[in-house]
């Protein structure tokens, strides 16, 4: 599933659309035994990211990576990787994963 930001986001004066790593992306995939990997970019400013970190990881949820994906972006956003293992019940709460179950 993809969440777009709200705004637009430019890089070096180009307006980018959000498949150029502006939105957001969680991904959900089974993985056997009844359980299903869960992995999220997550697209942030500055001051998203740290209160994002932490709700995370107080949640149980690992960050895997802290990167950019463009050079000269405007605002200025850093992509946070999570990830998760959980019990595929709690992904079939999620309407996304009906249409990959």
Do not use: Y
């Not at 089974?30 to 970190?53: H, S, W």
């Not at 990167?67 to 992509?79: G, I, K, T, V």
């Amino acid at each position: 599933m993809t969440i777009p930001r709200t705004g637009k986001v430019r890089d070096a004066g180009t307006e980018e659309p959000d498949s150029m790593g502006s939105a957001i992306a969680i991904n959900f995939q089974p993985t056997g035994g009844g359980k299903c990997a869960i992995t999220g970019d997550f697209v942030l400013t500055a001051m998203e990211v740290n209160p994002v970190i932490k709700a995370f990881r107080d949640s149980g949820i690992e960050v895997t990576a802290l990167h950019n994906h463009m050079l000269n972006d405007e605002p200025r956003l850093s992509s946070c990787i999570s990830a998760q293992t959980t019990k595929r019940k709690s992904c079939l709460r999620h309407p996304s994963w009906h249409s990959r179950a």
